[in-house]
Structure formats: C-alpha cells, structure tokens
C-alpha cells in the first residue's frame, strides 16, 4: 500500500477498534447489576505486606482503568461469565 492509503486504513481501523471499545463498555454498564451480584462478596478486600498493597477492583469502571493503564484489557475482556 502507498502511504496514504496505510494512514487511512489504519485511521479507519484506530475508529473502529474505539467504537468496538465504547459499545463493550457500554455493554458492561448494563450489565452491572449481574457484575454486583457475582462480585460484591469480594469488594473491599485488601492485602499488604507494607510495600506492595492488593485490593479489588470493585466497580467495572476500575477494571477499564486498569486495563488502559497497562495496556493489557481495554475492555477486550468479558468481565461476566457467560450466562446459558
């Protein structure tokens, strides 16, 4: 491909991976009520040993923030099991 022609299919691919991003966000919003109920048991839960703390991600907003910031999630994960 000429230069021109990459810059555009990769500005077009770029749009559709966020659009695919927001409407699996938006997904995970709706099904929040489920995400509570399989989840809250764990909420609030922490560990330290005075250096390194762990704690849970307690809302589906925490699971896209942390997924952004290493670059390892972005909402390509299912957060709910499928349900059948």
Do not use: W
Request: contains cysteine.
């Amino acid at each position: 491909m000429k230069g021109g022609t990459r810059q555009v299919c990769e500005k077009l691919n770029r749009q559709r991976a966020k659009r695919r991003m927001e409407a699996d966000r938006k997904r995970a919003a709706e099904d929040n009520a489920k995400f509570q109920e399989l989840k809250s048991r764990y909420f609030g839960l922490a560990m330290t040993d005075g250096e390194l703390e762990i704690r849970t991600l307690d809302t589906i907003e925490d699971y896209y923030m942390v997924g952004e910031s290493q670059h390892h999630m972005r909402g390509d994960c299912k957060i709910l099991p499928q349900i059948r």
